[in-house]
């Protein structure tokens, strides 16, 4: 086991004892993250992959890797922020939705895919020494699509999905109750993958390339990975999560704008019916042997952020048969954002 794999074991760890997120959960979580490591470590291999797979990623999206109409949407959506009102407020408020795709099945019977949602709502406290709250609903999972849910038929539409992928987990196929808890202050610092806190937040500058040492250095703190994916990564996390002033948000669209390999990928909808325009970066390739783009989603006229989103953009030889070149694998979407006086309700 390296260095990583026990760092990344630790902070799982932690973040159960912080959320009381359940083992089978958390087997997801550490599934997903490793997947993201494999698709870094791939891309990492070498320029000469790189190429080959954003010429290949061309092929199958036919979309054209456009760094100047990348850098010019950004540079857009960065005056845009910029502008924004700051607000205030007790808490800053995010009202969230995630999805991942998940390979189920039953051995020998044949593979589908599920997509399993949960919703999140998040309150920020301004004051650094007061508690954090969080809201967290599992909203189940079910056949992702049509070709899906004809294979779980034919499995005999069983109530719970079994993976294939990393150990035997079982997945819910009903709701969960919501479930409201504090959190200790700064403890919620990995929650969407990144170890911000309020505080890091406040003390961003607002200068792209002094930004971009800045986030370097809390990657490091965080992580023994680095590089222009951890940056397009933990900047997209910062627009779409954190109580950046507009300041900080106009700079880090900006230093996105001059990341290498940064290329427009057009209109989309994104996984919550909304249309706004993405923003992409190669990662790589999973395990099974499928090769993905991660993408940011915007809307570059009032300088917002969607959506995070991992796409399929070529399809492995270990993947479930009902998969698809442009399939959303994962994604992290913001429904609603700001400063309240509120916490949650009855707290």
């Given at each position: 086991?390296?260095?990583?794999?026990?760092?990344?074991?630790?902070?799982?760890?932690?973040?159960?004892?912080?959320?009381?997120?359940?083992?089978?959960?958390?087997?997801?979580?550490?599934?997903?993250?490793?997947?993201?490591?494999?698709?870094?470590?791939?891309?990492?291999?070498g320029a000469a992959f790189a190429v080959a797979a954003a010429a290949v990623a061309v092929g199958v999206t036919g979309q054209h890797d456009d760094g100047p109409a990348a850098r010019e949407l950004l540079l857009t959506a960065a005056d845009a922020a910029a502008s924004a009102p700051a607000g205030t407020g007790r808490y800053w408020h995010t009202s969230g939705l995630s999805e991942e795709l998940i390979q189920v099945g039953s051995p020998g019977?044949?593979?589908?895919?599920?997509?399993?949602?949960?919703?999140?709502?998040?309150?920020?406290?301004?004051?650094?020494?007061?508690?954090?709250?969080?809201?967290?609903?599992?909203?189940?999972?079910?056949?992702?699509t049509k070709a899906d849910e004809a294979v779980w038929r034919a499995q005999g539409s069983p109530a719970t999905y079994r993976t294939t992928e990393n150990g035997d987990?079982?997945?819910?196929?009903?709701?969960?109750?919501?479930?409201?808890?504090?959190?200790?202050?700064?403890?919620?610092?990995?929650?969407?993958g990144q170890e911000l806190t309020p505080e890091d937040v406040r003390t961003l500058p607002a200068d792209p390339a002094r930004l971009r040492t800045a986030l370097l250095r809390l990657i490091k703190r965080a992580s023994a990975d680095e590089g222009d994916e951890q940056l397009f990564d933990w900047g997209g996390?910062?627009?779409?999560?954190?109580?950046?002033?507009?300041?900080?948000?106009?700079?880090?669209?900006?230093?996105?704008?001059?990341?290498?390999?940064?290329?427009?990928?057009?209109?989309?909808?994104?996984?919550?019916?909304?249309?706004?325009t993405a923003v992409g970066l190669n990662a790589g390739v999973d395990a099974q042997g499928s090769r993905f783009t991660e993408r940011l989603v915007l809307d570059p006229k009032t300088g917002r952020a969607l959506a995070w989103e991992s796409v399929m953009t070529g399809k492995g030889g270990k993947a479930a048969g009902t998969a698809r070149a442009g399939q959303v694998e994962t994604a992290q979407l913001t429904l609603e954002s700001g400063w309240t006086g509120e916490g949650p309700p009855g707290r």
């Open positions: 086991m390296t260095m990583v794999e026990d760092d990344l074991r630790e902070a799982l760890r932690s973040k159960a004892a912080v959320f009381g997120t359940d083992p089978e959960a958390m087997g997801r979580v550490e599934r997903r993250i490793r997947r993201n490591r494999n698709r870094r470590a791939a891309t990492a291999a019977r044949g593979t589908y895919q599920v997509r399993e949602r949960a919703r999140t709502d998040l309150w920020m406290p301004q004051d650094a020494a007061a508690p954090a709250w969080i809201r967290t609903s599992g909203l189940g999972a079910a056949p992702a987990v079982k997945i819910p196929a009903k709701p969960d109750k919501p479930l409201t808890e504090r959190i200790k202050p700064g403890g919620y610092g990995e929650r969407f996390s910062l627009l779409l999560r954190y109580p950046a002033s507009p300041q900080v948000r106009a700079a880090t669209y900006r230093m996105l704008a001059g990341l290498p390999g940064i290329r427009k990928l057009g209109t989309v909808t994104d996984r919550a019916g909304r249309t706004g």
